[in-house]
């Protein structure tokens, strides 16, 4: 006895077979940086400005100000802010 497929199961199987081609689409290679002879990737160039700027900005805040509560999560925060604001500016290709 044949059974009627809704048109949402027919949907979603041909959304399925596609879901690989957009998954796979922003796999390209990483943004390295060429210094001395070797390959450097990205990131750790972002990761290094972030913690550079997180120290300027620590150092600002602690001149004027106490310490703020919860230091840590503070300039975690920061770092983390810092390094995708480099990744953006340096290596965002829109």
């Known amino acids: 006895m044949p ?6 199961v027919i949907t ?3 959304i399925c077979w596609l879901m690989p081609a957009l998954l796979l ?5 990483s943004p390295s940086i060429p210094l001395i002879g070797a390959y450097y990737p990205g990131w750790l160039f972002c990761i290094i400005a972030g913690v550079i700027f997180t120290l ?13 509560a919860f230091s840590g999560v503070i ?15 340096f290596f965002n290709s829109l």
Do not use: E, H, N, Q
């Open 25 to 29: 689409a922003g796999c390209s290679l």
């Open 56 to 68: 300027i900005t620590r150092r600002a805040v602690l001149r004027f100000f106490d310490a703020p």
């Open 75 to 89: 300039y975690t925060a920061l770092l983390a802010i810092y390094s995708m604001l480099f990744w953006l500016v």
């Open 3 to 8: 059974t009627v497929k809704p048109s949402i």
């Open 12 to 14: 979603l199987r041909k």
